[in-house]
């Protein structure tokens, strides 16, 4: 059974954390995403790298397959793979909610977005740093959640890019003029020090990898740790609102 987000959150756009597995502790991933989305998280962004879109390689369904068995209920797939079709299926078997593609990942990004919805998870559009955002015009109702990357995609751990804020304003815009419920999602370099700037730009949904798996030990648990990264992004947000 796929999580109702709607019993958490409203759809309409409360901002989410999004802890990237990519930084976690892969020996204790189930612990990890556990103690993650006890920390307060909202879901889990899962990115799927495969040496050939991107010059990485990290996991695929059958771990997703393994972590949903172990009871993790909400997950963002962010598939970086080329050619992308066939994956989506085997992604929608594990049980993914949300799944993000790349335009340049897909002969058809339409058709791919459609494969998406009608295996009943929620359609994603990513965007990389030289990707440019007229690519959702024509896609606008085919997605559910657009993707802004911050960094180029392929590592954690990166340096946030500015130039991205000016591409979720553009997003944002699009978004607004659609009327449609649809998640902006901003991913690489997000921390303490860039996440407000990337809502005050018009995201709603802030994936972070390093900033909470790299959480400093503090000497309790690591649920504290990840609890206290959490909160101190939270706390950002809200000294945006006015
Ligand atoms: C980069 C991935 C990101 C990345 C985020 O290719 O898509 O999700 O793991 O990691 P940080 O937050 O460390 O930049
Ligand atoms: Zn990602």
Redesign the pocket.
């Known amino acids: 059974m796929r999580h109702d987000f709607a019993d958490r959150r409203s759809f309409a756009m409360q901002p989410w954390i999004a802890p990237?597995i990519?930084?976690a502790d892969f020996a204790r991933l189930g612990e990890e995403v556990d103690d993650v989305l006890a920390a307060g998280a909202d879901l889990v962004?899962f990115?799927v790298?495969d040496n050939h879109y991107?010059p990485n390689l990290s996991v695929g369904p059958l771990v997703l397959e393994s972590l949903r068995r172990h009871g993790l209920a909400r997950v963002d797939v962010?598939l970086?793979a080329k050619p992308v079709d066939r994956l989506i299926g085997d992604f929608i078997k594990a049980g993914a909610d949300f799944i993000s593609i790349h335009p340049e990942a897909s002969e058809h990004p339409h058709r791919s977005l459609g494969l998406i919805r009608e295996g009943g998870a929620k359609a994603g559009l990513a965007f990389n740093p030289g990707t440019p955002i007229a690519f959702l015009e024509p896609l606008i109702e085919a997605v559910d959640l657009v993707l802004v990357?911050s960094?180029n995609?392929?590592?954690?751990?990166?340096a946030f890019l500015p130039s991205s804020l000016a591409k979720v304003r553009a997003a944002r815009r699009l978004i607004d003029a659609s009327g449609r419920e649809i998640r902006l999602q901003i991913?690489?370099?997000?921390q303490r020090d860039t996440i407000a700037a990337a809502f005050a730009a018009g995201a709603d949904t802030f994936?972070?990898?390093?900033?909470i798996f790299g959480a400093p030990a503090s000497g309790g648990t690591r649920m504290d740790d990840y609890q206290a990264v959490i909160a101190a992004l939270r706390r950002e947000l809200d000294a945006q609102r006015p």
Do not use: N, R
Not at 153 to 158: M, N, T, W
């Open positions: 990237s990519l930084a962004h990115d790298m991107v962010h970086m990357m960094v995609p392929g590592f954690g751990g990166q991913d690489g370099g997000i994936v972070a990898g390093s900033a």
